[in-house]
């Protein structure tokens, strides 16, 4: 089993900041992907930001120049740097990782219990 716990949400004002961060425990050996998603209300959970345990990134296009995901495998944590951030980015942000060798589905995985990120103008 793996348990994953988030932390760094909270209420910041447009064009501020916040760093969140997932923390995997457990059986971690074979974590490959570790991911940040969003659900905002009544919208569907989307997918912010992706790092490999190589390091390879991926970003929603909204979100490019603007969050930076990061991980230290050491730890077993994952980050993601949000900058310039807007309303429309308010949601419940969940971290989220997936093991080598099996195949998920686009909301599969391991997932932690979200942690609230609001953006007031």
């Known amino acids: 089993q793996v348990q994953l716990v988030e932390s760094g949400g909270g209420l910041v004002q447009a064009g501020g900041s916040l760093r969140l961060s997932c923390v995997a425990s457990g059986n971690t050996f074979n974590i490959n992907v570790m991911g940040w998603y969003r659900q905002a209300p009544e919208k569907q959970r989307e997918l912010v930001a992706s790092?490999?345990?190589?390091?390879?990134?991926n970003y929603v296009d909204s979100v490019k120049g603007r969050f930076t995901i990061s991980r230290d495998n050491a730890k077993n944590t994952v980050y993601l740097s949000m900058n310039s951030l807007r309303p429309e980015d308010t949601a419940v942000y969940y971290c989220?990782?997936?093991?080598?060798?099996?195949?998920?589905?686009?909301?599969?995985?391991?997932w932690g219990q979200g942690t609230q990120v609001t953006v007031s103008s």
């Open positions: 989220n990782a997936k093991r080598t060798g099996i195949v998920y589905g686009a909301l599969g995985g391991i």
């Open positions: 790092i490999t345990k190589g390091g390879t990134t």
